[in-house]
């Protein structure tokens, strides 16, 4: 079922504190989408999560268990796959490399029926990751790293995906294609999904959830619909 | 003429491969943890004495003191990564620079007062019969040397290279950062890479107990040339530190052959060449870019 649950207290940077009290919910099926103008604290937030910034205090709940004080690197085999902002991939290895790293370090006696089928999912999904497969990470574009980037997060076979920004700086074509993916995996997969993102009007086309911020504090939050028809909060925080 | 040449060679290749050996070790740590470990030459040197006492004091085979001082070196590497370099690790650079420079004067000098500062020699007798090919010959153990430094070398390249830990140790060295996300404990992986890189040391210094002397400031010696071969190669390029070793070894044994007093010029030769090679190609000879 995949019920993903947190909080966040004074998370940030040393001193500065630039989140100081969030908390998030999501269910398996569904996205919730961060949204707030540059510097709103999406990314200290998301960061948070998984354990990468600064915090107070933090409490993570997967279907029940507490994962609570779980090391970052021991969040991916609990099913917590993180894709944080940039495309960031491994860029003197192969797109191979890149999706069988991430399988190997999360699957212990790794069986070769499930690396295929996984493989197969993501050449689904994104089918240039099958004609790139020997291409180094570090010489693709900026759009296909972010495939790869989310391809790789599948690998460990998730039950939370939280993306920042997947589609910063990603022509209009590829951000509805990017979309496209999430929605088929969000749906078929039945992973939760959390995704920082800047553009609204774009995300709604995917997202069942919706959370605001404005300077660290949650401003507003909904369902999509609910967000969408109050007028006054939605020209305040998104200027629509 | 011609054999004396060949002859010069054949013994350059063997020394080429025991540089390759102490520089197959270090360039895989250095090349993930980015730990520029001054202390690799003395992980050699302690495993040369292993050696040398093994069969001295023990009679026991110098195959047994490369293998005993292998598991002595990488147990000691894992007590030192877990003591004090995974500490360092979070710090600026200058300071893991010092810890491993502190470290390695440290063993230097702890050496020198157990067992002085005087060159032993093992004698011990050819684990390898010697070749004799038309009038050229070479000592067996020269041929053992070059078999086992090459094994080694072969041994790092392919853990890196086509092994699940070597992709991880890729990863961590790439972006740290990422690779915990995607499940890989990077300090695990990181001291794994210093673990392998002392047993590589260990064996190089049975190697060393073979065809040199074994004495407290060996190691001195050869961790300069190791880091001039991995500054030939490209910093964590394997096959670019084989190449690096050969050139290292040619030049100074062939200028120590062949020219007057050649022996205490063929150390300076190499390091000119060196010197030349880091002006035109600072990212080594065979340079991409290490970390781009
Ligand atoms: N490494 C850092 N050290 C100190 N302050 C930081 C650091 N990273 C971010 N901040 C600050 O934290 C605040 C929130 O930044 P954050 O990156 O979380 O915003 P964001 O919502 O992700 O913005 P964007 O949409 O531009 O990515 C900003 O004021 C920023 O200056
Ligand atoms: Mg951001």
Redesign the pocket.
């Known amino acids: 079922m995949n019920r993903f649950e947190a909080s966040l207290e004074r998370a940030g940077?040393g001193e500065?504190v630039?989140i100081p009290q969030l908390a998030i919910q999501v269910s398996g099926g569904e996205m919730l989408v961060l949204l707030?103008p540059?510097?709103?604290?999406?990314?200290?937030a998301l960061k948070a999560l998984v354990g990468d910034v600064d915090v107070g205090r933090r409490a993570l709940r997967l279907d029940g268990a507490d994962l609570s004080g779980t090391p970052g690197w021991r969040l991916a085999h609990a099913g917590i796959a993180f894709v944080p902002?940039g495309a960031r991939c491994f860029g003197t290895a192969t797109v191979h490399e890149n999706l069988r790293g991430a399988f190997e370090a999360t699957h212990r006696h790794a069986d070769a029926a499930s690396r295929r089928r996984l493989f197969d999912r993501a050449f689904d999904l994104f089918p240039i990751l099958r004609q790139r497969l020997d291409q180094l990470a570090g010489s693709m574009s900026g759009g296909q790293r972010q495939m790869l980037a989310i391809a790789r997060a599948l690998m460990i076979q998730p039950k939370v995906l939280i993306l920042d920004?997947p589609t910063a700086g990603l022509a209009p074509k590829l951000v509805e294609e990017l979309f496209e993916a999430l929605g088929r995996i969000k749906t078929t997969s039945g992973c939760a999904i959390v995704m920082?993102e800047?553009n609204f009007a774009a995300a709604v086309s995917v997202a069942d959830h919706c959370l605001v911020l404005d300077e660290g504090r949650p401003a507003l939050a909904g369902t999509v619909e609910q967000v969408r028809s109050n007028e006054k909060l939605r020209v305040a925080y998104l200027g629509l | 003429m011609t054999t004396a040449v060949i002859q010069a060679v054949l013994l350059a290749l063997s020394m080429a491969a025991l540089y390759a050996a102490v520089a197959a070790g270090l360039t895989l740590t250095v090349g993930v943890t980015r730990i520029i470990n001054f202390a690799h030459g003395e992980f050699v040197m302690l495993g040369a004495f292993l050696t040398y006492w093994l069969y001295t004091r023990f009679g026991l085979s110098p195959w047994f003191g490369m293998a005993a001082s292998g598991v002595a070196l990488a147990i000691l590497s894992a007590a030192v990564y877990r003591g004090f370099l995974a500490r360092v690790l979070k710090q600026d650079e200058h300071n893991q620079l010092l810890a491993t420079l502190g470290l390695s004067i440290l063993i230097l000098n702890l050496a020198i007062i157990a067992w002085s500062p005087d060159p032993r020699v093992m004698q011990a007798p050819p684990l390898l019969p010697t070749l004799n090919l038309g009038g050229v010959t070479v000592p067996g153990n020269n041929i053992a040397v070059a078999l086992v430094g090459l094994i080694l070398f072969v041994a790092m390249y392919a853990i890196r290279n086509y092994t699940r830990y070597g992709t991880q140790m890729r990863f961590a060295s790439d972006d740290p950062t990422l690779a915990a996300h995607a499940g890989i404990n990077v300090d695990r992986v990181f001291e794994l890479s210093f673990v392998i890189g002392g047993a590589a040391a260990g064996v190089s210094g049975g190697l060393v107990a073979l065809v040199l002397y074994v004495q407290p400031t060996i190691g001195v010696d050869l961790v300069i040339r190791a880091f001039a071969i991995i500054a030939l190669g490209g910093l964590g390029n394997i096959p670019g530190a084989l190449i690096g070793s050969a050139i290292l070894a040619l030049t100074e044994g062939l200028t120590s052959t062949f020219v007057p007093q050649g022996g205490s010029w063929g150390f300076g030769i190499a390091f000119v060449i060196l010197l030349l090679v880091l002006v035109v190609r600072p990212s080594g000879l065979f340079g991409k870019q290490a970390h781009p």
């Open positions: 940077y500065l630039v707030g540059n510097g709103a604290g999406k990314t200290t902002d920004e920082a800047q």
